[in-house]
């Protein structure tokens, strides 16, 4: 299989794709594939968001002047952190630290989407 594009994605971008895949399965009478279950399975237990919510908030922390790159915003919105540590964790592999103050405008936005 040749991969074509890559992009990450949202849990629930994730949960919508295969769930519309399953029911176009159902009609063909076929099943996804055990590691596609999995995969929606694992998006429908932990997806807190919508996909609507989801590009929302993208969009709001892409406009940020932080420098976010698009993991760092897939991973908030679907861990949607709590704190500033949460948000820490998120940077970890980072060499750059962000301020207290911006991380706090993060948490902000999440906030409103919780």
């Known amino acids: 299989?040749?991969?074509?594009?890559?992009?990450?994605?949202?849990?629930?971008?994730?949960?919508?794709?295969?769930?519309?895949?399953?029911?176009?399965?159902?009609?063909?009478?076929?099943?996804?594939?055990?590691?596609?279950?999995?995969?929606?399975?694992?998006?429908?237990?932990?997806?807190?968001?919508?996909?609507?919510?989801?590009?929302?908030?993208?969009?709001?922390?892409?406009?940020?002047d932080l420098n976010l790159t698009e993991e760092q915003v897939v991973k908030m919105c679907d861990f949607l952190p709590e704190t500033v540590d949460d948000v820490r964790a998120i940077f970890a592999k980072e060499r750059f630290r962000h301020k207290e103050e911006e991380i706090k405008k993060i948490l902000d936005l999440i906030v409103q989407y919780r």
């Open 1 to 64: 299989m040749k991969i074509i594009n890559e992009k990450y994605v949202s849990l629930a971008e994730v949960k919508k794709t295969l769930k519309g895949r399953e029911s176009k399965y159902a009609k063909e009478k076929k099943e996804l594939l055990y590691e596609q279950r999995r995969a929606l399975e694992h998006s429908q237990r932990y997806a807190k968001l919508k996909t609507k919510d989801v590009n929302e908030l993208t969009k709001k922390l892409s406009e940020l």
